[in-house]
């Protein structure tokens, strides 16, 4: 699907341990504003539910798993994110849903603009229209 797709990032390690760095305009393919992270989901529910027009992201799984459903209005993607080396871009005017989250999933996302609702489209029948 065209404006998403799965970053691997180099993981390092040896007998102490792992380590992933993650640099802005290199792995990350924006400058990175805003960092949050989604934690603590409760069975059954549904996170996002929406589209950016402006904003991309990445999201990571540095815990735990979860699947993605990518929708560009067009065709549907669903993406289990399992690996802490992986990342999933996701550009703007796509539709996501993230769901299934295991009980220990933390789920980083790295956004490219600071927060603006206004720039959310929350409504699907609406996000359909303005993709068309």
């Given amino acids: ?8 990032f180099d ?11 993650i640099e802005q305009l290199k792995d990350i393919p924006f400058e990175i504003k805003r ?7 409760q069975e ?8 950016h027009t402006q904003l991309e992201q990445v999201l990571i ?4 798993n979860c699947k993605v459903k990518l929708d560009n209005g067009k065709e549907q ?17 796509i539709w996501r849903e993230m769901y299934d989250f295991s009980k220990d999933c933390v789920l ?5 603009e600071y927060y603006d609702e206004k720039e959310y489209i929350r409504d699907y029948n609406e ?4 993709v068309k």
């Fill in 1 to 8: 699907m065209k404006s998403t797709k799965i970053i691997n």
């Fill in 11 to 21: 993981i390092k390690g040896d007998e102490r341990g792992s380590l992933a760095a």
């Fill in 35 to 41: 960092v949050y992270y989604i934690f603590d989901t």
């Fill in 44 to 51: 059954n529910f549904v996170r996002g539910k929406h589209a």
């Fill in 61 to 64: 799984c540095v815990s735990g």
């Fill in 77 to 93: 993607e669903i993406i289990e994110l399992k690996g802490r080396n992986q990342g999933l871009f996701i550009g703007i005017m």
């Fill in 108 to 112: 980083l996302v790295l956004a490219s």
């Fill in 127 to 130: 996000f359909l229209k303005e």
